[in-house]
């Protein structure tokens, strides 16, 4: 697993797109949104909650959007040039191949993560609470999209094909979890369907952990950051072992 971590660093390291991309997106989305778009608290639409509501939205979409692409094209990319085939001759499992991958996963991400909230406070002026949850948060997060890439490199037919997937998939749980758009702005019959996401418990977490303002504070007694976390993690092992499952001994 050591040797397969190291090997999975060194090939996103020397992608020199992949690394640009991976952190060039997240800024140009705060760029765009939090320093031109201006957010107006007393108005009406979209962003006009303070800077500080929109940090999960910002953090999510790295914590979705990089795993699930990676993951997905990384898996394919083992499928086309028969790599599964030569790890199945050695020690490595199917599980412990993806724990290395998604080891690699999270030091990009929680890299990704620190570079966001620095430039949310500097560039929107957020005033957000720093949370030492905020690290828990985004690991199960990387644990639980992990394991959707790889069933989404497991189940399409090639490298593009998984990327577009990852894409079709992100583009609307990105905006339909409560991460830029909040639950009131959606139509009342959509409510129910925003729990069927795990960004969802992301976001309300994250939110609840850096947004003083944030609502609910509780959740049936127990702390919403606490009991979002709780939930988060059920899904992140579920989707963790489904992953697991889906990965091809051969191909």
């Known amino acids: 697993m050591r040797a397969e971590t190291s090997a999975g660093w060194r090939s996103f390291v020397r992608r020199r797109t992949a690394v640009f991309f991976t952190f060039f997106f997240p800024v140009i989305l705060i760029v765009i949104f939090g320093a031109l778009v201006r ?22 979409v790295v914590v979705l959007f990089t795993p699930l692409s990676r993951m997905g094209s990384e898996v394919a990319r083992h499928r086309e040039g028969s790599r599964f085939e030569k790890l199945a001759t050695t020690p490595l499992s199917r599980a412990e191949w993806l724990l290395a991958q998604t080891a690699v996963n999270a030091v990009i991400i929680g890299l990704a993560s620190l570079l966001i909230l620095g430039l949310v406070v500097v560039l929107t002026g957020a005033e957000i609470t720093v949370s ?21 490199g497991s189940y399409t037919d ?9 894409n079709a998939i992100g583009l609307p749980l990105l905006f339909l979890s409560e991460t830029f758009i909040s639950l009131e702005q959606l139509p009342g019959w959509f409510g129910p369907l925003v729990n069927l996401s795990p960004l969802t418990y992301f976001a309300r977490g994250v939110r609840a952990a850096t947004f003083p303002g944030a609502e609910p504070a509780e959740i049936a007694g ?25 990965i091809p001994r051969t191909d």
């Open 132 to 152: 030492l949850l905020l690290i828990p948060y985004v690991l199960v997060g990387v644990v639980c999209f992990c394991g959707v890439g790889a069933m989404l």
């Open 39 to 60: 957010t107006d608290p007393t108005g009406e639409g979209l962003f006009t909650e303070p800077p500080a509501f929109y940090v999960p939205g910002y953090l999510a």
């Open 222 to 246: 127990i702390d919403a950051v606490v009991a979002n976390l709780v939930i988060l993690a059920v899904v992140a092992l579920f989707a963790f072992a489904l992953g697991a499952r889906s």
């Open 158 to 166: 090639s490298q593009d094909g998984a990327v577009a997937a990852s």
